[in-house]
């Protein structure tokens, strides 16, 4: 750290000085610790958890294996008791409305690539994925061995960092999850709350590999990839309909983590209604262009979203 900066430092060469890579501390949500040989100070670490910022942790693969995430605490006080006393039927409700949105979702994805599909079965979802990307049609998770699997299990891993960022951010326990269950190690909240974002992934995923008509190879491959996907969810926008602004998938993440502890917090209101609970429409997604753009042309732009 270095007044308000995060400092990534090459050790000194005799020939050349060293190499610092330098990024404001407050613009940090969360550092993929992919490099074999990388080393964090105690206050570094620190600084960035003080702030709510996530560490995820990577083999010499590139595979996530882990976090360094903030303390759990408790900010209000009705989200967590409701949280831990929310009865079946609401877990049930709540849980109906994330798993409906990741399946429009995933039939938007679909519809963007030009690909005729009917997700009445859930199992045509990744056939006509993978059929699209030329690739095995088994959607392969735990040890995936062919590249398109393993981009998409590191992109939901880094999309798992940055909800499980925003459950501590809102108070919420990332172990109590709404439908998927507890096991040793495990964080369901995270991967409930995921669900309707997974197909945002999937579309990066797919425009990338058919913009770049590659075969794969190697370690380099690996690394556009995952530049590709950093720079995508920093660029992703989201419009809703009940919103007059876009907003960035990253801040989309937290909106909706937001949105679901305010379910907990007045529980029996939004037993009647779950309106307020913001989840995201891939149908409305747009490309922000490189440089930015200014408030006018973001109204332009939200006009012409077909939402």
């Known amino acids: 750290m270095d007044r308000g900066f995060l400092v990534c430092k090459l050790p000194d060469d005799e020939l050349h000085q060293a ?39 990577c083999d010499e693969e590139f595979k996530p294996i882990g976090w360094t995430v903030p303390l759990e605490r408790v900010i209000r006080r009705e989200v967590f008791a409701n949280q831990i006393q929310c009865d079946k039927i609401y877990q049930k409700t709540l849980w109906s409305h994330f ?40 959607r392969e998770r735990k040890g995936a061995q062919k590249f398109e699997n393993q981009a998409l299990n590191y992109g939901y891993a880094v999309l798992a960092t940055l909800v499980h960022r925003a459950c501590l951010m809102y108070g919420l ?36 590999i058919m913009d770049m008509k590659w075969d794969y190879d190697g370690e380099e491959d690996w690394r556009l990839w995952v530049q590709f996907l950093m720079n995508s969810l920093r660029q992703c926008r989201i419009k809703h309909p009940e919103d007059k602004h876009s907003h960035k998938l990253l801040d989309a993440i937290d909106k909706t983590v937001r949105g679901l502890a305010t379910c907990y917090e007045d529980e029996a209101f939004y037993k009647q209604d779950n309106s307020k609970l913001w989840l995201p429409r891939l149908e409305a997604h747009y490309w922000l262009r490189e440089g930015g753009i200014d408030d006018d042309e973001e109204q332009e732009l939200g006009q012409q979203l077909r939402v």
């Open 173 to 208: 326990l990332p172990s109590l999850g709404i439908h998927h269950d507890f096991r040793y190690r495990s964080t369901p909240l995270v991967y409930d709350v995921m669900e309707p974002y997974r197909p945002f992934i999937d579309l990066i995923l797919a425009e990338w």
């Open 19 to 57: 190499e610092q890579k330098r990024v404001a501390l407050q613009d940090v949500r969360g550092v993929i610790a992919a490099v074999p040989g990388l080393a964090f100070t105690n206050a570094c670490i620190s600084r960035l958890l003080a702030q709510d910022s996530v560490i995820l942790h």
């Open 99 to 138: 798993v409906l949105q990741k399946m429009r979702n995933q039939a938007s994805a679909l519809s963007s690539m030009d690909v005729e599909h009917d997700l009445s079965r859930l199992i045509e979802y990744w056939k006509h994925y993978f059929g699209l990307l030329r690739a095995p049609q088994i």
